[in-house]
């Protein structure tokens, strides 16, 4: 008995290898010395479960584990009174300077 592969499957694997949408990667941080220290302040505060209450969940970006939460809950987080007393981050009144900040943060 004898097998044929037919012409498209060399294709199909060429295809498989390739990212679906490569459009879509998140470009990697450029240089995270260069932040300024009130948005070091913001992340270190976040990066903390007790003194913000964000949960962080782990996940794999681009086959490597990466930590992550919820954008609501770090912005319910940056509008509380624990953010005042423990961050020396920007002052934040609303929900719009609090997205300001964590989009700077990306």
Partial sequence: LTTTQSPAAPVAQQQLAQ?????RRVAPA???????PELKNVAKFLGDQKA???KQKQGIL???RAQYFKGSKAIN????????AKANGPKI???DEAKTVLQQLL
Avoid: D, H, M
């Fill in 52 to 54: 913000s209450g964000v």
């Fill in 19 to 23: 990212p679906r949408n490569p459009s």
């Fill in 30 to 36: 450029q240089n995270q010395k260069n932040l300024p």
């Fill in 77 to 84: 987080a940056l509008l509380s009174s624990n953010y005042v």
């Fill in 62 to 64: 681009f086959g490597k």
């Fill in 93 to 95: 009144a609303s929900e």
